[in-house]
C-alpha cells in the first residue's frame, strides 16, 4: 500500500465519518474519532452490503458512500450498546 492510497484512505474515512456523524445525530468523535468510524465502517460495509445484493461502482464518491453506510451503521449499533 502506497502513500497515495493511505491518504486517500484518510479523507475518505474522515469524509465518510464526519457525515455519518451528521446522520445519527449526537455522535460525533473529532477528527481522528470519525477518520476511525469511516474507516471501520468501510470495513463492515465491505461485507454487509454486498451480503444483500448491493453493489456500488469505483471512484471516490462510490467510496465515500459505501463507507457512510458502514460508519451509519457502526454509529446506531454503538448507540444501541451504550443505551443497554
Request: glycine share 20%; charged share 5%.
Amino acid at each position: 500500500m502506497g502513500l497515495n492510497s493511505i491518504i486517500i484512505m484518510l479523507i475518505v474515512g474522515a469524509v465518510a465519518g464526519w457525515l455519518a456523524g451528521q446522520i445519527v445525530k449526537g455522535y460525533g468523535f473529532g477528527l481522528i474519532g470519525n477518520i476511525v468510524v469511516g474507516i471501520v465502517g468501510a470495513f463492515v460495509a465491505s461485507f454487509i452490503l454486498p451480503a444483500i445484493g448491493l453493489g456500488m461502482g469505483g471512484g471516490m464518491i462510490a467510496s465515500i458512500l459505501h463507507a457512510t453506510i458502514g460508519a451509519v451503521i457502526l454509529l446506531v449499533l454503538l448507540r444501541l450498546v451504550r443505551a443497554g
